[in-house]
């Protein structure tokens, strides 16, 4: 089984600009619900169910079709369960807010696939924990772009 966690910073000290857990948990619900604002190689996303605690997306990437589960947890987290299919072994991406301190935002990204991370695979693997890892860092200033454009103004 191959798994990967790890902690990105939101709130950064030199930088004015200081997301609320609100604001990130908009950005994170955008990249769940648009995923293509985030990843530039997804050619189509379809949100096929929808409620207050998960979602039921499609997506297609080239030639490779993903169906996802997204468990929804109001300013907590947001669990990607990802069915197996022919073209995708399926896996669960679980994003984490943890906030130590007063806006001190992070996110703990943890991956977990039934992929094999040893052997002939091991190679791969890590060529795809380093792509995981720049995705989500990526995913992060993302979203804190959005936010320096108001998108994630939060209305009370």
């Given amino acids: 089984m191959l798994q990967l966690e790890h902690l990105v910073a ?3 000290p030199s930088n004015d600009l200081v997301l609320t857990r609100a604001e990130l948990w908009k950005g994170l619900l955008i990249r769940a619900e648009c995923p293509d604002i985030f990843m530039s190689h997804v050619d189509h996303v379809e949100i ?3 409620s207050a605690v998960h979602l039921l ?3 297609i990437i080239g030639a ?3 169906q996802d589960r ?3 947890v109001h300013e907590q987290h947001i669990r990607y369960d990802t069915e197996p299919n ?3 072994g399926g896996g669960t991406l679980l994003m984490l807010i943890e906030e130590p301190e007063t806006d001190m935002l992070f996110v703990r990204f943890h991956y977990q696939t039934p992929q ?3 052997g002939e695979e091991a190679e791969y693997t890590k060529f795809l924990k380093a792509a995981w890892q720049q995705n989500d860092v990526e995913t992060i200033k993302k979203i804190r772009e959005l936010a320096t454009e108001g ?3 939060v209305k009370h």
């Fill in 10 to 12: 939101v709130n950064d």
């Fill in 48 to 50: 096929i169910e929808r």
């Fill in 57 to 59: 997306r499609t997506m």
């Fill in 64 to 66: 490779m079709h993903i």
């Fill in 70 to 72: 997204i468990h929804l």
């Fill in 86 to 88: 022919e073209q995708h």
């Fill in 116 to 118: 094999d991370d040893q």
């Fill in 151 to 153: 998108l994630l103004a």
